[in-house]
């Protein structure tokens, strides 16, 4: 399922990345990469805030949606 409608507060294993080729290699260098774990902080009409290899990202629905978990 798309991280965009996953269910706030749960740990999560990304395990796929899709899009474009810009947009999957920005969002593998803020440690979006198949296999990682994250945790879902806060859900808001779809924008997202996780912590991801131990930062805190918070990321628009368009590129929630390009994350698979």
Request: net charge positive.
């Amino acid at each position: 399922m798309p991280l965009s409608v996953a269910d706030s507060s749960k740990e999560y294993k990304i395990v796929r990345v899709g899009g474009r080729d810009k947009i999957r290699n920005h969002l593998h260098s803020l440690g979006f990469s198949t296999g990682e774990k994250i945790n879902l902080i806060s859900s808001n009409d779809g924008d997202v805030i996780v912590n991801i290899k131990d930062s805190r990202i918070a990321i628009s629905r368009q590129m929630a949606s390009k994350i698979y978990v």
